[in-house]
């Protein structure tokens, strides 16, 4: 495994449980937006061993443990690793942009991700430029979003929003294309000096309100994140 970064304990990370969060290394997309950049390309790796050993020793007191990135599903060691995190009892959480829709699906088939959040770039049309990836094929994010709303595992949607990237009628498409997901969460972008673009801007509360209210008849769980 991959790993850039260990978090040793989250309230937020994985909703509903005491955890810890792993950020691999390595990624597929390259939004520009992103604020774990360092990731993409990542030189320098923590020891998996090391890591382990702090969970094990934590395993009384932690619920779980949240996997982001980077892009997890890239990490061939990951269906190991968490059996590892699952034999001491952690309950596990997969943070994933669905574009290797395979891998999530033997991840959830045999039993190694309790919880999904899966980022949605912006509506479909749009979709390839947010993710800086031209030649992006939507029919693999296609096909997560239905594997995921089949509900194999409790999952969450969520898109973070940068004004200079999203149109308020994107978030009526999206909502027509994630129409009766269990939860969709829009997430407010923040500058960082991480970020690979830093012309982006925070949007306003009050345009993050309106986006929601777009959303709400289709997808009645939408709520906000990140909005001061």
């Known amino acids: 495994m991959k790993i850039c970064g260990f978090q040793k304990l989250t309230l ?14 390595g990624c597929n997309f390259r939004c520009p937006f992103c604020h774990n950049s360092e990731l993409i390309l990542p030189e320098d790796f923590m020891e998996e061993e090391d890591i382990l050993q702090t969970l ?8 779980g443990v949240c996997i982001t990135g980077g892009e997890p599903t890239l990490q061939k060691d990951l269906p190991l ?3 590892k995190l699952k034999a001491m009892g952690y309950a596990v959480k997969l943070d994933t ?3 290797q829709p395979t891998v999530l699906q033997e991840l959830c088939r045999s039993g190694l991700v309790d919880s999904v959040a899966m980022d949605i770039k912006g509506a479909p049309e749009s979709y390839a430029s947010i993710a800086g990836i031209p030649e992006l094929e939507l029919s693999r994010i296609e096909e997560s979003v239905r594997y995921l709303m089949g509900r194999p595992v409790p999952y969450e949607f969520r898109t973070t929003v940068v004004p200079e990237l999203h149109r308020e009628e994107d978030f009526s498409e ?9 939860a ?7 500058d960082s000096e991480y970020v690979l673009d830093r012309r982006f801007t925070p949007p306003s509360k009050e345009w993050m309100e309106a986006l929601k ?3 709400l008849p289709y997808i009645p769980h939408t709520q906000l994140r990140g909005v001061d």
């Open 213 to 215: 209210n777009r959303l």
């Open 174 to 182: 999206i909502g027509a294309w994630l129409a009766g997901a269990d």
């Open 56 to 63: 094990k020793k934590r395993a009384g007191m932690l619920e």
């Open 81 to 83: 690793f968490l059996e």
């Open 184 to 190: 969709y969460y829009l997430q407010a972008y923040k």
């Open 97 to 99: 942009n669905g574009y």
């Open 12 to 25: 937020l990370d994985f909703p509903g449980h005491l955890a810890a969060t792993i950020f691999t290394g």
